[in-house]
């Protein structure tokens, strides 16, 4: 990012103008520590994966959701019938409405 105005021919560095050697960006604040210690754990993250949009869907307009409906069944007609399946079984835990919708749309029994 640009913080000082340049009056020069060319207003970046490095430019092939100024010698194309940039200039060293100046050492401030701290050190980086070179060691930490601790525990190191994994953990199951919790919660609704597909909440948000579910509610992103909800929120749409009739014409809006036609229109995501319309490009999603666009697209997955074009895949395997097991990654339909899949596709499916991720959009009716997002709302069983979009996900009933696009299995008709690409005429998947569910």
């Not at 069983?96 to 299995?103: D, P, Q, T, V, W």
């Amino acid at each position: 990012m640009q913080t000082m105005y340049s009056e020069g021919v060319a207003n970046y560095l490095p430019n092939t103008l100024g010698g194309g050697m940039p200039m060293p960006a100046p050492e401030i604040g701290k050190r980086p520590q070179e060691f930490v210690s601790g525990n190191v754990a994994r953990s199951e993250i919790t919660g609704d994966d597909y909440y948000q949009a579910g509610c992103r869907y909800r929120m749409m307009s009739v014409l809006e959701k036609k229109h995501l409906v319309s490009n999603i069944v666009e697209n997955l007609n074009q895949a395997y019938e097991p990654i339909q399946r899949r596709m499916i079984e991720h959009f009716m835990q997002v709302d069983h409405e979009l996900g009933s919708r696009i299995a008709q749309g690409i005429n998947l029994n569910i």
